[in-house]
């Protein structure tokens, strides 16, 4: 059974546009060393709070921006047809431990969205 060992703890300073990070893991996994947990070799991040508008597309495009893309081998980003928005997390598989390490640093408490996600 998949566990998420939960890195983000919500703090005051936290919105809801703040994105948390969690890195999947087998169980008994501590999720406290970096993305790579006890095991050393766990390489999916889960990512949650993303802004329901956020298209797979844009989330790419940030991975980019930010310069994580190239480690990037796997996104799972699911959708709600009825809505027509996403359900708000992501699933991305990194090439690397050390890759989902830095991924998992960045995108904690990660709120630089863009304009077009901004709360009025």
Known sequence: QEQVAQRALATPETTD??????VVSGAGASGTSGASGE?????????????????R????????SEGLLRNVDFVYLPVDFAAGTNSGYA???LATPSAA????????RFSSWGARFRRR
């Not at 095991?39 to 298209?55: A, C, K, V, W």
Request: glycine share 8%.
């Open 91 to 93: 699933f991305i598989n």
């Open 39 to 55: 095991g050393g070799e766990q390489t999916t991040i889960m990512l949650r709070n993303l802004p329901l508008s956020l298209t």
């Open 101 to 108: 390490d830095r991924f998992w640093l960045r995108f904690l």
């Open 57 to 64: 597309r844009e989330l790419l495009g940030i991975f980019h």
């Open 17 to 22: 546009a703040d994105a948390s990070a969690a």
